[in-house]
C-alpha cells in the first residue's frame, strides 16, 4: 500500500480514537495501542524503502505528516512521538542534514529520558543516533558521552559479546584516536575486533569498519606492521578508504 493511503488510514485510526482501549479493557484484548502498532509497522517498511531508493523528498513529507499525525494522537511528549522523531532524524542524518538530525535526536532523547528514565534500554536508539550526527559533524566531545552511556546498557541488555556492543566500542576508539588518545583506543578496537569477527550474524561491512579505524590507531601509535596488516584484510574485504 502507498505510504499516503497509509497516513489516511493513521488519521482516521486518530480521529475514530481507536489507536487506544478504553481503561476497562478486558484482560486479554490487544495492548492499547495495537491497532495504530501495526499500521505504524507498515507505514515504517514503506518509509524505509523510500528511503533505500533516496526518494528522499517524497519519504521527508510522510515524516512530517506522520509527525504531525502522531503528535495530535499521542501528544508531544510520548515515546510514540519520540520513534516518529528518531525515524525522521534517520533521515535527515543519511541526507546530511546532520545539525537538524541532532535537533530531531535530541527532542526524542529527552521523551524516553522522561518517560522511561536515564538508563533504561529504550535511550540506547536515541543515545546512539544523537552521537552519530554529532561525530558527523566533528562534535566528538559531545558524542563521547553519549556512546559512554550507551555501552553498560546496551552490555546489560544484550551480553558484553554481541554486534551492537562493538558498534560503540568502535565508535569510542575512533573518538579517542581524533582526541589524541589512541592508547586508550586500541583495547577498545581489539574487543570489538574479537566481537565481529567471531559472531555469525556480522556483515563485511561492519568488520571493514572496525579493520579500518583500528589501523588508523595502531599508525597514529607507530604500530606500522600491525596496521599495514589490518589494512590488507580490509582491502580483501572490499574496502574502499
Do not use: W
Request: glycine residues 6%.
Amino acid at each position: 500500500m502507498f505510504p499516503q493511503a497509509l497516513l489516511a488510514r493513521l488519521v482516521l485510526l486518530g480521529l475514530m480514537g481507536l489507536h487506544r482501549l478504553p481503561a476497562d479493557a478486558n484482560a486479554g484484548e490487544p495492548e492499547p495501542d495495537s491497532a495504530y502498532a501495526v499500521l505504524r509497522n507498515e507505514l515504517t517498511a514503506q518509509y524505509t524503502l523510500l528511503i533505500q531508493a533516496k526518494q528522499y523528498e517524497q519519504a521527508t513529507e510522510i515524516a512530517q505528516e506522520t509527525l504531525r499525525v502522531v503528535e495530535q494522537m499521542f501528544g508531544p511528549d510520548h515515546p510514540n512521538t519520540a520513534q516518529v522523531l528518531n525515524d525522521f532524524g534517520y533521515l535527515s542524518r543519511v541526507q546530511g542534514k546532520d545539525a537538524q538530525a541532532v535537533l530531531l535526536h535530541q527532542r526524542a532523547l529527552r521523551i524516553r529520558e522522561q518517560a522511561f528514565g536515564p538508563e533504561d534500554a529504550a535511550l540506547v536508539q536515541s543515545l546512539n543516533n544523537l552521537a552519530k550526527s554529532y561525530l558527523a559533524l566533528g562534535r566528538d566531545d559531545e558524542a563521547e558521552p553519549l556512546f559512554k552511556r550507551s555501552l553498560p546498557i546496551l552490555e546489560k541488555q544484550l551480553g558484553p559479546d554481541q554486534p551492537r556492543v562493538a558498534e560503540v566500542l568502535d565508535r569510542l576508539g575512533l573518538i579517542y584516536t581524533r582526541q589524541g588518545r589512541a592508547a586508550e583506543a586500541e583495547p577498545l578496537f581489539t574487543r570489538a575486533l574479537a566481537i565481529v569477527e567471531r559472531y555469525p550474524g556480522s556483515t563485511a561491512p561492519e568488520l571493514v569498519t572496525v579493520l579500518e579505524d583500528y589501523a588508523a590507531c595502531l599508525r597514529t601509535l607507530g604500530k606500522l606492521h600491525d596496521a599495514e596488516a589490518l589494512e590488507a584484510r580490509a582491502k580483501g574485504l572490499g574496502a574502499t578508504r
